[in-house]
């Protein structure tokens, strides 16, 4: 003889019995015989609170329904619980963008806003913020259909459409009457821009870009870790320090100060990235070949003389060449290697 099984459930569970052919469900609560050769199983209902859903599929159809809370219910035989989600709660400025896995259809949802998937659609990436656009900020944006790019310059809050990336978001040049800056356009070529014209305040134009000279920094010039993308037409000092050696074979450190000017920023981009580098490395061939002609002592009585003499030299066009001006040099150390 078979005795049944007896369960006895609580008012949030339910009763998931299969059989040979089908499936049923009984909900609590209460208790209930099952037969023997039945196949049993207790599971708890679903809760959920105002701020969470559910996605559920049809076994028996492959569909998928989605279910949102505060409710509790009960599955159906044939049903499983997917995942649980929590609603995406939007801020006034913000959005996401939701895709049908179905379709491929994107849609972007701004707020304020609670949203909810429908039942083939996940989140195509995290709640973004809007940018906001005004007299200072532009936004570049591409067209994924196109490829295209477009400069947003319109005060507002700035969202995205569903075929749209947002590329970067610019901030406006502005320029001081001292300061320029080289562009490249979309074809490789420079143009420059300088403060003391009319277009002293812009953005940058979608395939623009602003170029960045690597300049050489510190007192030896041994490293181009100096980033210059406005470029100053002021004149300016630079110290320099490097080993010369005199006709009697003493060898000393020399540290000088530069003075020096940037005068023609076409000629200087045409030949160089880095004018100080330059400078300092052509200045130091000249000055060691003058000190090499004198003595120690010779050297010691007129060292400023000697090496104004070897940077002044007016047969010598490599300043020139690069658009920059040397308008004097002082010797600003000198002590012995050794």
């Known amino acids: 003889m078979l005795i049944p099984w007896v369960y006895f459930l609580k008012e949030e569970e339910q009763l998931l019995l299969e059989g040979f052919t089908k499936k049923w469900v009984i909900n609590g609560p209460g208790h209930f015989f099952v037969k023997p050769l039945i196949k049993a199983r207790v599971r708890s209902g679903v809760s959920l609170s105002p701020t969470e859903f559910v996605k559920i599929r049809d076994l028996l159809t492959g569909e998928i329904r989605v279910e949102k809370g505060p409710c509790f219910f009960f599955l159906q035989a044939y049903e499983e ?4 989600y ?13 895709i049908d896995k179905s379709s491929g259809v994107i849609r972007v949802i701004t707020g304020p806003n609670n949203v909810v998937l429908s039942a083939n659609e996940e989140p195509l990436e995290k709640p973004g913020k809007g940018i906001n656009i005004d007299e200072h900020t532009a936004v570049l944006v591409r067209n994924n259909t196109d490829g295209s790019l477009r400069l947003v310059t319109k005060n507002q809050v700035f969202f995205p459409s569903a075929h749209e990336e ?5 901030r406006k040049i502005l320029l001081e009457n001292h300061q320029s800056v080289i562009i490249k356009n979309k074809e490789g070529r ?4 300088s ?22 920094s510190g ?3 041994e490293k181009r870790d100096l980033k210059i993308t406005h470029i100053d037409s002021r004149p300016k000092f630079m110290w320099y320090e490097f080993g010369v050696r005199t ?3 003493v060898e000393l450190i020399l540290g000088v100060t530069f003075f020096w000017q940037i005068v023609d920023i076409e000629t200087m981009i045409k030949t160089t990235d880095d004018a100080p580098g330059d400078i300092c490395s052509h200045a130091r061939s000249m000055i060691i070949q003058s000190v090499s002609k004198a003595s120690l002592e010779s050297f010691l009585d007129r060292f400023n003389d000697i090496v104004k003499e070897s940077i002044n030299d007016s047969a010598d066009s490599f300043y020139m060449q690069r658009g920059v ?12 290697k050794e």
């Open 81 to 84: 619980l997917l995942k649980k």
């Open 86 to 98: 929590d609603v995406i709660v939007l801020q006034q400025n913000e959005y996401v963008r939701l």
């Open 166 to 170: 947002i590329e970067d978001v610019r």
């Open 190 to 193: 420079f143009r420059i821009v």
């Open 195 to 216: 403060g003391n014209h009319e277009e002293n305040a812009f953005f940058l134009q979608p395939y623009e870009n602003l170029v960045a000279m690597n300049w050489s």
């Open 219 to 221: 007192i030896h010039k």
């Open 247 to 249: 006709k009697d074979n």
């Open 325 to 336: 001006k040397i308008h004097s040099v002082e010797v600003r150390s000198v002590s012995c």
